[in-house]
């Protein structure tokens, strides 16, 4: 069955009369028609008992066309975006419109009330969620490619930040990222972590013109997107020889981090997955030190569904992809993460990235 298909019979099920998604990385996941609309609207409506019907500004119309088999409407600037949804759908008899309670904001939702004004909206997120959890064996072929590049970069970035005196963590940045546009990546997942020494202590750090310290330990967490799917990696090397406690915690990450991914199945549980690699930094004294839950799916987005050790527990399953993140954060001092993200095979997990978690020495 195809997305849409599903969602078309999930719609019947629940007797809503259409959808109308905003969110591009869904309409691009369900259609493979990849456009930012910014302020303009871009709406994928699909019904139990019709064909669908993509609404977009009118500058996307034609490309939009090549990559679907059904109607595709544009709106140019100077038309009212509502009041044209609403004469492509005149007689139609709308009371529930589901939409991602994840995306829609209130203009936009105010804007489908203007022309719908008996209907109420129903949640799809939930539904586009689980469909997006398990991926196809096409999806993993693209997160293996979004993985390499990842491991270009890291390579890349550690040869970069060891050329010299007076590099800056922007520097580095600097450096991966205009490689990778070299090499055709137009865009990373996120902007590029580099973080040097106790600077890494801060989890959600932000690099700076800030040269690398040299016998100390240096982070780097990136990613890229490719084909449509992300990449999210860390490392944590050393610049020059580290002192014995930087060796040590770095070694006690590494080991929640390996133990973790080794743990992971199907059938497992993630928390029982964020347990193992919590249960290695707590034995080893610095449970209060690791702030975060161990790991986060990935997919479209760099974060999505499932969470491992967030709020909601979750069997594992074949297909699904996620991070194992494990880090020991000591404010003033050292801060180390080890992540790699994985897919779940039948009894175990691949790893997409593939660079050496043995303290990398430059
Ligand atoms: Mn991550
Ligand atoms: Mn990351």
């Known amino acids: 069955m195809t997305k849409i298909k599903k969602i078309a019979t999930y719609l ?148 970069f930040a060891a050329s010299g005196n007076g590099v800056t963590e922007m520097d580095v940045v600097a450096k991966i990222e205009f490689e990778m546009k070299r090499l055709g990546i137009s865009e990373m997942s996120f902007d590029t972590m580099v973080l040097t020494g106790a600077r890494a202590a801060n989890p959600h ?27 999210d990696a860390t490392r944590t090397i050393a610049i020059g020889q580290p002192g014995d406690f930087d060796r040590q915690i770095y070694e006690i990450t590494r080991q929640a981090q390996q133990a973790a991914f080794d743990f992971v199945k199907p059938g497992v549980t993630a928390f029982e997955i964020d347990q193992v690699a919590r249960d290695v930094i707590t034995k080893a004294g610095y449970g209060d030190y690791f702030t975060h839950r161990t790991g986060h799916g990935i997919g479209m987005d760099v974060h999505e569904f499932p969470s491992i050790g967030g709020s909601e527990d979750i069997t594992i399953e074949k297909g ?32 997409l990235t593939h660079t050496s978690k043995d303290l990398l020495i430059f």
């Not at 990613?223 to 992300?230: D, L, R, S």
Request: hydrophobic share 40%.
């Open 12 to 159: 019947d099920q629940q007797k809503w009369e259409m959808t109308f998604i905003t969110n591009p990385t869904t309409v691009n996941y369900l259609t493979g028609f990849a456009m930012e609309p910014h302020e303009r609207i871009l709406g994928l409506m699909i019904f139990p008992d019709r064909s669908p019907l993509l609404f977009t500004p009118e500058l996307e119309v034609e490309k939009a066309k090549a990559l679907v088999d059904f109607d595709v409407v544009g709106y140019t600037d100077s038309e009212n975006p509502w009041q044209k949804i609403g004469a492509q759908l005149a007689g139609y008899s709308i009371k529930t419109i589901a939409v991602e309670f994840d995306h829609l904001i209130l203009s936009k939702s105010d804007g489908l009330k203007s022309v719908f004004a008996d209907s109420n909206f129903a949640n799809l997120s939930p539904f586009i969620n689980q469909m997006r959890l398990i991926k196809s064996a096409d999806e993993i072929d693209k997160m293996i490619i979004a993985g390499q590049y990842a491991d270009k970069c890291f390579e890349i970035g550690f040869h």
């Open 205 to 231: 750090g932000v690099p700076e013109a800030v040269a690398i310290e040299p016998n100390k330990l240096l982070l780097f967490d990136l990613g890229v997107m490719a084909n449509g799917y992300a990449s």
């Open 320 to 351: 699904m992809c996620f991070s194992i993140e494990p880090g020991i954060y000591i404010p003033n001092q050292v801060g180390v993460r080890v992540e790699d993200c994985l897919y779940v095979t039948e009894n175990g997990a691949k790893s």
